[in-house]
């Protein structure tokens, strides 16, 4: 049996147990070391995430094992919303893009949210575009406002409908290539436009959660789902979504309508809330700054922390 020691990428994990892809193409089943976990423990990151390049190598048992983690160059993140393990939770590592889904109704559009997500997508260089779902349910009219305000912070945008399948040719050009991370609150409609989208793909998410709900625990695996030249991942039942390693003096720079403003107000360390002299509050008033976006702006601020915590293990 060759042990030698390979590089892979990890399609899915499920607790400890991990599937990785040899540049071959084959999948192989590996187990995780706990000397890895208690890396991961020290840095408060997540020990092992789909979109990983990993090295492993087959044991003699015929089982991958896991050996290192290779550097994460991206990664789509959020802080962990368990208690028991403050720190870093990685959705996805080097995505090539964040889809970020919403409906026009039914669940009504979140800005709130859709916005949370932009940010973190902007904290990373992650380009990031927005779907908005289930144009069915809405009068037409309601749509190209919202579309505005979002091309004018210089997304793209797309919207979508199982039902009328607006969009659909369109989205599935999207998911060409690389890893695109499909993400957004749940109800919004993520597995149904992937399964109009890829029949074989639904199928196969079906399969899955039949196999692991018969086992101890209810599933809480991600996957990686090839998709043409491509992978598509859904992050399932987002409910919280906390920025991660963002402080509320980076915040402005994530939005990137403000950045032709920034620069230019009264106070170096402006936040652009209550601070006399504010370039951004100035081109707000001229209607050069959505006022939505600027309400999700300090929406986000409030919670975010003065200075980031210091960790000697990163
Ligand atoms: P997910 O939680 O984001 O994966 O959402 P689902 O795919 O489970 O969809 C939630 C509900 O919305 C289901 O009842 C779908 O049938 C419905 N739905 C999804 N897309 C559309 C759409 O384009 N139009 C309408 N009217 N309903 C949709
Ligand atoms: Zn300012």
């Given at each position: 049996m060759d042990n030698a020691v390979q590089i892979g990428l990890v399609f899915r994990v499920d607790g400890n147990r991990t599937r990785v892809r040899d540049s071959a193409g084959e999948v192989v089943d590996c187990f995780l070391p706990k000397t890895l976990r208690r890396g991961a423990r020290l840095r408060k990151t997540t020990v092992i995430a789909v979109g990983d390049q990993v090295e492993w190598s087959l044991t003699d048992s015929g089982e991958g094992k896991i050996l290192k983690i290779l550097p994460r160059e991206r990664v789509f993140s959020?802080?962990?919303?368990s208690d028991r393990y403050p720190g870093e939770d990685v959705l996805?590592?080097?995505?090539g893009r964040l889809l970020v889904i919403d409906s026009l109704a039914d669940p009504s559009f979140n800005p709130r949210f859709v916005d949370r997500l932009l940010c973190s997508a902007e904290a990373q260089n992650i380009p990031a575009a927005i779907v908005f779902n289930k144009s069915d349910l809405v009068n037409e009219n309601t749509i190209p406002p919202l579309l505005e305000r979002y091309r004018q912070a210089g997304y793209e945008t797309l919207v979508t409908s199982i039902i009328s399948g607006q969009g659909l040719g369109e989205l599935s050009g999207w998911l060409n290539t690389g890893i695109t991370l499909l993400s957004g609150?749940?109800?919004?409609g993520k597995s149904s436009l992937l399964n109009v989208l890829a029949p074989g793909l639904g199928r196969r998410v079906a399969e899955i959660s039949a196999a692991t709900n018969k086992g101890r625990h209810t599933t809480t695996a991600t996957e990686l789902l090839p998709y043409k030249n491509g992978f598509v991942i859904d992050t399932p039942g987002i409910r919280e979504f906390g920025l991660w390693r963002i402080s509320k003096g980076t915040l402005?720079?994530?939005?990137?309508?403000f950045a032709p403003y920034y620069?230019?107000?009264?106070?170096?360390?402006?936040?652009?809330?209550?601070?006399?002299?504010c370039a951004v509050k100035a081109a707000l008033a001229e209607g050069k700054i959505n006022q939505e976006r600027y309400d999700s702006y300090l929406a986000i601020l409030v919670d975010l922390p003065r200075t980031l915590p210091y960790n000697k293990y990163e």
């Open positions: 959020r802080s962990n919303p996805v590592t080097n995505p609150r749940s109800g919004v402005g720079r994530l939005f990137p309508e620069d230019h107000c009264h106070f170096r360390d402006c936040l652009h809330d209550s601070e006399p002299k």
